[in-house]
């Protein structure tokens, strides 16, 4: 894994934007100056450009090539405030240039009290009389009182005292170079310092000052402070400034790409065109600069491993590129998960312009006018039912998109904002465990009932969050191990029905119709009807009851819809053939009717559907249905089965509510096909007085009671 240095290169040989031959002219202008006084020149370039690595070429250069050039640097800064940088300043050059000075004409103290007198008064007096006093200006003051005392009780000029200066540096054969970078990332006024001390103090013989800022953000600070002079006021300092040329873009892209080939992998081939859609629309617009280069880079070594095989690379790429670049768009998308993955609130067409404008204004309302077309197109990429709202295309909801674990995902989207696995995911890692080992009976069974004792998103257990990713991916699964999952799973579709699974959250479904989803994705589009229609009878044929009777039904109202309320399914949709629904349908009879038999059938979950499934299968001549079930009427533990057979639940939003309220419904409509609907109504209030019923069934037959009351009123 590479680290996370961002340190400016240094050697010509690491140069990768082109930009030596500057260095190279840099350090020749230097060199061939032949009379500097005070002499500056300026490195120009935006920040985060490569000015630091510039001028690191240009120190290489240099090395070597004249023995009485001394290079010292200034780290401006590190300074916190206009005094300090000012002290800074003297004191990086009085430390210098002081063994050139003579002390036989006094130059050592000509110098220090031409820096007392620029340096603003107040507390920076004191803090150049400490200067002053400390062991680099040779003992020559020995207290900040003697010292003061000294630098105000003088009675020669400014120019008297910088001839002393400038005569014992014109005599000296050396000369300095004094590097100060970064001037960009000062304030306004502090930078300005920099150039009044270099055009007052720094002017001297033999010394040369080469500095790198941000011109047109430093020009603007002038003319703020200096309007009458504007951007003559530099060029009265600068005498050689060189523009850094822009970084081609085209380079950028490719440091970009080798520092984190290793971190995101190979694109996949599917997956190409989204990387490269992605990447031009998100990415690469705001890659400037070597600094954005390293910023981003440095970012996805620290992110993407936490969630490395659980997002999709591209698309996290792209959010994290927002998050650094674009800060106030990625927290609108943070906060607004229920539009991006398309299941905000539904709007009439009319509606539409009103809306893109909210959404623009939402999402783009803190970006440049100039960049929100470029954004609109990234964010309607990374997030498609922003089409809807932008573009007036519609994209359907796509299980690719799950699979995939895309951002627009609703079961994903939270790991890409959270940085680790969203709850409404499971590890990629178990579902490609669960493909592979799909023919495996024992480890699919209890895969599937260990998850049911694992809660995650809204309370439901982690099974049914398996059976929805498994939806996604069942063209991943060996058409061979169909048969053997699904005989698996069968089984024990009855113990999947758990009620913290039921009608609760974003989708209002259960593990039964979830079962039924993955069977298709797992059969339907990778068989003919024939194949997938004997590897289903054969896998029902050890099903649990109440999944079989849901499976039957379902298969023969492909062919033969309820009252004629639609048209037959076409071969392509049917799960199973007109024979094998027939046969199907044969078989859950008479697996009702040995349930019956034995007891057995007030064990499933849904006891009710299966009664009247026995009904329509029974055939309208039959009263076997009521002689059972009236039968049963006389028991009052029974009566507390039909209670939960017939109590279920229904939903209403009423006016100044959000949320949906669950209520308790009396599912008795038809039920006097089935039993004798007066006498139960009755026996449900016997029963109450019962003893022998537990507190949970009591509260059954109690809720059904005030259900049904509550209908008939």
Not at 490 to 519: F, M, Q
Not at 543 to 555: F, G, P, Q
Request: charged share 25%; proline share 4%.
């Amino acid at each position: 894994m590479p680290d996370f240095n961002d340190a400016p290169i240094s050697r010509p040989d690491k140069d990768r934007l082109g930009i030596d031959p500057l260095a190279q002219t840099i350090s020749k202008c230097i060199l061939n100056l032949q009379y500097p006084v005070g002499s500056v020149v300026a490195i120009h370039g935006r920040w985060g450009s490569g000015k630091s690595s510039l001028i690191n070429l240009v120190r290489h250069h240099l090395s070597g090539k004249a023995k009485e050039l001394t290079v010292l640097e200034f780290q401006c800064w590190l300074y916190r405030s206009e005094e300090a940088l000012a002290i800074g300043f003297f004191r990086e050059l009085y430390a210098s240039i002081r063994p050139e000075l003579s002390d036989g004409e006094k130059a050592n103290e000509a110098f220090r009290e031409i820096g007392a007198r620029v340096a603003p008064a107040g507390p920076l007096l004191g803090a150049v009389t400490s200067v002053l006093a400390s062991p680099i200006a040779g003992g020559i003051v020995s207290s900040a009182s003697q010292a003061l005392g000294s630098l105000i009780e003088t009675n020669e000029s400014d120019e008297v005292l910088r001839q002393k200066v400038v005569k014992a540096l014109e005599k000296s054969n050396r000369r300095f170079l004094f590097v100060i970078d970064d001037i960009d990332r000062l304030s306004p006024e502090e930078a300005l310092v920099i150039f009044r001390l270099i055009k007052s103090v720094g002017r001297l013989p033999n010394v040369i000052y080469l500095l790198a800022y941000d011109r047109s953000t430093t020009e603007k600070a002038v003319e703020e402070r200096y309007p009458s002079e504007g951007a003559h006021y530099l060029e009265k300092i600068v005498q050689a400034g060189f523009d850094l040329p822009e970084p081609n873009q085209h380079k950028l892209i490719e440091m970009f790409e080798s520092q984190i080939a290793e971190v995101l992998g190979d694109v996949d081939s599917n997956s190409q065109v989204h990387y490269g859609n992605m990447f031009h629309a998100v990415v690469a617009p705001e890659i400037r600069t070597p600094r954005d280069v390293l910023r981003l880079s440095n970012a996805l070594k620290i992110t993407f491993p936490a969630v490395r095989g659980e997002v999709d690379p591209t698309d996290f790429l792209a959010l994290e590129t927002l998050r650094l670049f674009r800060p106030k768009v990625y927290q609108a998308l943070r906060s607004q998960k229920s539009v991006l993955v398309g299941l905000g609130q539904v709007w009439h067409r009319r509606e539409q312009d009103n809306i893109a404008e909210q959404y623009e204004q939402l999402f783009l309302g803190k970006e440049p006018e100039s960049d929100r077309s470029m954004l609109k197109d990234g964010l309607q990429r990374l997030f498609p039912p922003l089409q809807a709202i932008w573009s007036s295309t519609h994209p359907s909801i796509s299980t690719e998109w799950s699979k995939a674990r895309r951002a627009c995902s609703a079961m994903h989207f939270d790991t890409y904002f959270q940085f680790s696995l969203s709850s409404y995911a499971v590890p990629q890692a178990e579902i490609q465990e669960l493909l592979q080992r799909a023919d495996q009976a024992e480890f699919v069974k209890s895969a599937f009932l260990g998850a049911l004792g694992e809660l995650l998103a809204e309370g439901r257990s982690k099974a049914s969050f398996l059976l929805d990713e498994l939806a996604c991916h069942a063209r991943d699964m060996d058409i061979a191990k169909a048969r053997p999952f699904l005989q698996a799973l069968y089984p024990i579709a009855n113990d999947l029905r758990i009620e913290s699974d039921e009608d609760r959250g974003l989708a209002w479904t259960n593990n039964r119709d979830r079962l039924l989803w993955l069977t298709k994705a797992v059969l339907l589009d990778r068989t003919e009807l024939a194949e997938r229609s004997e590897i289903l009878f054969e896998s029902l044929q050890n099903a649990s009851l109440d999944w079989l009777v849901y499976v039957a039904h379902y298969v023969f109202t492909d062919h033969w819809p309820p009252q004629e309320e639609r048209a037959p399914a076409r071969p392509e949709e049917c799960l199973m053939s007109k024979d094998d629904a027939e046969r199907i349908n044969e078989v859950a009879l008479q697996r009702i009717r040995e349930a019956a038999k034995d007891g057995s059938i007030f064990e499933v979950k849904d006891l009710a559907f299966v009664l009247f499934r026995w009904r329509n299968m029974a055939g309208d001549g039959s009263d076997e249905v009521q002689e059972f079930c009236n039968a049963a009427l006389e028991e009052d533990l029974l009566i507390a089965r039909f209670a939960r057979a017939f109590l279920g639940k229904s939903s209403v939003v009423q006016v100044g509510d959000h949320v949906r309220r669950i209520q308790d419904d009396a599912k008795v409509n038809g039920i006097e096909t089935l039993m004798d609907a007066g006498r139960f109504r009755a026996r449900l209030s016997e029963a109450l007085r019962d003893s022998r019923l537990s507190q949970d069934d009591n509260d059954k037959v109690q809720r059904l009671v005030t259900a049904w009351d509550a209908a008939l009123k």
